[in-house]
């Protein structure tokens, strides 16, 4: 017989191994909700806590569970409130007839009362500790009574015990309640939430008390399984929490049960300071914890019981699903699922704004683009339309009384329409008038030809002005087109900036901290948002000595050798001074940087110039100068002018190109009066990062590049900014260079020399002349020399800007760092 194929075989086993796989998952799955369905969905969970807690004791002779648990149960899940009930009983009978007929009174008794106080009081549950209280601080006072005929003072603290328990147990009971009701819990738990849920799983665990598996305790079993569990999901803190509070309630049941606390509470922080070790760690906690606490504080004959029920919570422990330990370990602060899911949520937060912002980006994009659509007939066709309109209105008005209408309209169409509308064109054209040929022919043709040339000129008057208000309904269209694409183009880059999801550099953070702590610098925190190359974005916070410069001289340099490149002090927060710390903040720094100069003076040496400058970085890495010049001078000037680059500085601080932003400007101040009233605009944008420059120039005059002895003239023509509703922008891109010097001028610098002829080449002369290559010196000499041109007189408002472009050389050298590499 021929022997199978191995390679056959391994596959068809593979696949074997993984449908067993994952009709284990899936059986696995079926199962869990099931159980989910059964317990929780249907209350039977309910039921099963109910009995335990209805014959759990408080110093062997209080039950103050029972009647917390189902006024909770009653306010929270109204329908199992029967389920609750009839467990309680149900465990109450368990310890005595007389236990189970005094927890229905009670509860019977709180249903009366409570239905009865809803009328009066507004919020149930603020309002439900009181009623559990009281009813069962005076329930024990008539049992007391009842029993002995009498009531002592012992009997009274008993009653204030019971009633005092019960209070608090109400409140832990509406707070942790609701974990065992909702099948799927989204919220994350708090701290007091936590707490609760443990001292309400210590209630139910007693239970448990005296009950016994092969002389072994039960309620020893499942408090030690309890320890561990938190122990090993939460750590040390929460796991000798777990212990104490678990202790504590058992040693209130059972005075017996003391030492018990300190075994639970010992082998909590033992099983968490183990936890690295997975279950075998915080098992082998419990084992050493229950070796030392059962050697020092009971008798050789009892350790091996300890140590037999220390094994079988290990042996529960061990076979607890991963399943189940990570799906509570979510809902406890601290730990890994914890972070993680909160990372989630707020994963979710961010994705869900970023395509908000994105829809909105797309319904600006939409908006656009249904301003820019132009009509969907061709201008031809339009224009035909629009001449047989005009054609009619005319027609109407000469030839439809006229005798010769039949002979001109209906034998010679082609010719007669021919004729006016070259009659119309001319008189569009020529402003009225018509050339002779056409006059003598026309008037041949027609015996009403001057009726004829008054209604076209009258009806002429009206379509200019019809085209001329289409024209400006095109222009505005367009102009909000490119308004609103600007601003769906801005809200797309910020969808995209809040889907950058900061990365984790924990290791990054702690090398940087220990390289210069190692340094002798103290530092309190360190968050590194962004390692990219030209990018880098750091906060650190430190303690504040004095401030003597640590962030600049010594912080900074250090960053710089530890990532391989230059990083500077972009933000140092003094606020927090007062409980002595100091934040700051370090970022990559540009390539270039410019320094600027800056000259200016006002008509006659007045105090209010026509013109306005402004010099700003914009957080995009990009630097810009802008010169603006109102019509005239004086106030009315410098309103105008000021209020052009105010607007500009805000519009490009958003982000939006520069073109969009003039035309934007230009709209505004076109619309905003019919006042004659222009301002020009010199602009000139320059990016830090490879000194590239982009000027665009409204109405200015040319601006010119000082690089060696070489003058470089930069020119545009555009009218000035709102002369026009609509104009196009003429950008001019240049590459600077380290060194250079850029110039720029009104129009009261440029053509401000008198007897020159040339403007251009005296400027250049002058420029080339120049002794000098420091920013505002060069400013200063340039309107010196054109003030002493003009005799010591200022005929117009002058302001001049002088930009260099220098590299970007560190006021301080990198410190190198040992110990550390580069880029860790």
Request: net charge negative.
């Amino acid at each position: 017989m021929e022997k199978p194929n191995a390679s056959l075989i391994e596959p068809i086993g593979e696949v074997n191994l993984h449908s067993s796989k994952w009709e284990w998952e899936k059986g696995v799955r079926k199962l869990q909700n099931y159980l989910e369905s059964f317990f929780i969905k249907k209350g039977y969970l309910l039921l099963l806590v109910g009995f335990l807690l209805g014959r759990a004791l408080i110093l062997s002779k209080l039950t103050p569970f029972s009647l917390p648990f189902f006024a909770a149960v009653y306010l929270i899940k109204r329908d199992r409130a029967p389920l609750a009930l009839v467990g309680l009983i149900a465990g109450a009978a368990t310890l005595s007839i007389e236990n189970a007929g005094f927890t229905f009174v009670a509860v019977l008794l709180f249903l009366v009362v409570f239905r009865i106080g809803e009328k009066w009081v507004k919020s149930g549950i603020k309002s439900l500790p009181f009623f559990v209280g009281i009813i069962l601080g005076l329930g024990k006072l008539i049992e007391s009574f009842l029993m002995t005929g009498q009531l002592t003072f012992y009997d009274g603290m008993m009653a204030a015990v019971q009633a005092s328990l019960s209070f608090i147990l109400t409140l832990i009971f509406l707070q942790s309640i609701p974990l065992l009701t909702v099948t799927k819990r989204r919220q994350l738990l708090k701290t007091e939430e936590i707490i609760g849920l443990i001292i309400m799983l210590a209630s139910i665990m007693t239970g448990t008390i005296g009950w016994q598996v092969y002389d072994l305790s039960v309620e020893h079993i499942m408090s030690r399984y309890l320890v561990l569990v938190f122990s090993f999901i939460a750590g040390a803190t929460v796991g000798s929490t777990v212990g104490v509070v678990t202790g504590l309630i058992f040693s209130l049941a059972s005075v017996s049960s003391f030492t018990h606390m300190s075994l639970l509470a010992f082998s909590g922080v033992l099983g968490g300071l183990l936890k690295e070790g997975k279950k075998i760690g915080v098992s082998i906690g419990l084992l050493i914890a229950t070796l030392l606490i059962g050697m020092y504080g009971e008798g050789g004959g009892s350790l091996s019981q300890t140590l037999l029920e220390s094994a079988a919570a290990i042996l529960l422990f061990l076979l607890t699903p991963q399943v189940f330990t990570s799906r509570l370990a979510k809902y406890i602060p601290g730990t890994s699922e914890y972070t993680a899911e909160q990372q989630k949520y707020m994963r979710k937060m961010r994705d869900v704004t970023a395509q908000r912002v994105s829809q909105f980006s797309n319904v600006f994009s939409a908006l656009s683009n249904s301003f820019s659509q132009m009509d969907v007939e061709s201008s031809e066709e339009e224009n035909m339309r629009e001449m047989d309109y005009f054609m009619s209105n005319v027609t109407e008005k000469t030839c439809q009384t006229c005798f010769k209408k039949e002979q001109c309209w209906a034998k010679n169409f082609n010719t007669t329409y021919s004729y006016m509308e070259e009659i119309i064109h001319e008189m569009d054209q020529n402003e009225g008038s018509i050339p002779t040929k056409l006059t003598r022919e026309w008037d041949k043709y027609c015996t009403r030809s001057k009726r004829v040339y008054d209604v076209i000129q009258t009806e002429l008057t009206f379509f200019q002005a019809n085209q001329k208000l289409k024209k400006q309904v095109r222009e505005s269209r367009r102009l909000v087109a490119d308004q609103l694409q600007g601003v769906s183009e801005v809200m797309e880059n910020f969808s995209k900036e809040i889907q950058r999801e900061r990365e984790n550099h924990y290791r990054q953070e702690e090398q940087i901290m220990e390289a210069l702590q190692d340094f002798g610098i103290q530092i309190e925190q360190v968050e590194i948002y962004s390692l990219e190359q030209g990018n880098v974005d750091i906060e650190m916070t430190i303690p504040f000595y004095n401030s003597h410069g640590e962030c600049e001289k010594l912080i900074a340099p250090m960053l710089s050798d530890i990532l391989g490149e230059t990083i500077v002090v972009q933000k140092e927060d003094s606020t927090e001074y007062l409980n002595g710390l100091c934040h700051a903040n370090f970022r990559s720094s540009k390539k270039f940087i410019v320094q600027t100069g800056v000259a200016h003076a006002a008509k006659d040496g007045g105090f209010i110039s026509g013109d306005s400058y402004s010099e700003i970085e914009l957080g995009l890495g990009k630097y810009a100068i802008a010169i603006s010049d109102g019509m005239g001078n004086g106030e009315r000037a410098h309103y105008e002018s000021n209020e052009t680059i105010q607007l500009l500085q805000k519009i490009l601080q958003t982000g939006i190109e520069e073109q969009v932003a003039i035309k934007s400007i230009n709209s505004i101040l076109s619309l905003r009066t019919t006042d004659e009233i222009f301002s020009t605009l010199d602009l000139a944008m320059i990016d830090l990062q490879n000194a590239s420059a982009k000027f665009l120039k409204i109405g200015s005059t040319p601006s010119f590049i000082k690089r060696g002895n070489k003058i470089i003239k930069i020119q545009a023509s555009n009218l000035p900014i709102g002369m026009l509703e609509e104009f196009e922008v003429d950008v001019v891109s240049e590459q600077l260079k380290a060194g250079d010097l850029l110039i720029m001028m009104s129009d009261g610098v440029f053509e401000g020399p008198r007897h020159v002829e040339n403007y251009e080449l005296w400027m250049k002369r002058k420029i080339q002349e120049l002794q000098t290559d420091d920013p505002q010196e060069v400013a200063d000499l340039i309107m010196e020399e054109v003030i002493r041109t003009s005799s010591g007189f200022i005929d117009d408002d002058m302001t001049v800007t002088v930009a260099k472009i220098k590299h970007n050389t560190p006021k301080w050298a990198s410190i190198p760092v040992q110990k550390m590499k580069k880029r860790a």
